[in-house]
């Protein structure tokens, strides 16, 4: 059984929809990662969160500690959102398979 | 401040030479982290460094790799006697000492032919 799970693993959405992406995880950590990995491309850092929510622009991320679950939103989603939004936790990380996201125009 | 820089971006190696790839971290940071992603695979952590000290490097193969992070200079993550199977593209992401927050290179893509 793999660390860190995550759903769906591919997503499509229409511009403007809110998105949901959930990561459910089975070792304790100290904090819980979301990167942002666009095709071909690097990686960035979205949040890190150790409890409750942070938000930034149009993405939110929540994390419930006694539940072991993370999850990220994006509202008003759009094209330039499509990208592999990866979920890892621990302090080396344990990755998640990551979730393909692609915003339809 | 330039971010995390990895160098070269692209690598590409024949069966049995070595591959040295290069991580220089952000200013101030202190902590490496060396991961790779193998073709439709996800990222998986190989190795934790501080300067002059390998912290935990439970995630590399036994054998023909090795990482250090001089007290001077950018960290190396040193491939010997590439296979096919290291093909593969190898992030590297820095930290402070004492925060988690990460920030990662743009990353090395090694081809072995």
């Known amino acids: 059984k793999n660390e860190v799970e995550q759903s769906p693993q591919n997503l499509t959405a229409q511009e403007g929809e809110f998105i949901t992406i959930n990561c459910s995880y089975s070792?304790?950590?100290?904090?819980l990662h979301w990167l942002q990995q666009h095709p071909g491309g690097g990686i960035v850092s979205l949040f890190m969160?150790?409890?409750g929510k942070k938000k930034h622009g149009r993405l939110i991320a929540t994390i419930n500690i006694q539940e072991k679950h993370s999850s990220l939103h994006i509202t008003a989603s759009h094209p330039r959102d499509s990208a592999v939004y990866i979920c890892a936790v621990g302090d080396q990380f344990y990755f998640g398979t990551g979730t393909s996201l692609t915003v339809i125009p | 401040n330039a971010g995390v820089m990895q160098n070269p971006r692209h690598l590409v190696r024949r069966r049995g030479q070595e591959a040295r790839l290069r991580c220089s971290p952000m200013k101030g940071h202190s902590h490496v982290y060396w991961y790779r992603q193998l073709p439709e695979e996800g990222l998986k952590f190989m190795v934790y460094l501080q300067k002059e000290n390998i912290i935990d490097e439970s995630g590399m193969p036994k054998e023909r790799f090795s990482a250090e992070f001089p007290k001077e200079g950018p960290s190396i993550l040193r491939i010997q006697q590439v296979v096919r199977g290291d093909s593969a593209a190898y992030f590297c992401?820095?930290?402070?000492?004492?925060?988690?927050?990460?920030?990662f290179g743009s990353g090395t893509r090694l081809t072995v032919v």
């Open positions: 070792v304790g950590i100290s904090a």
């Open positions: 969160l150790s409890s």
């Open positions: 992401a820095s930290s402070p000492p004492r925060s988690g927050g990460y920030t």
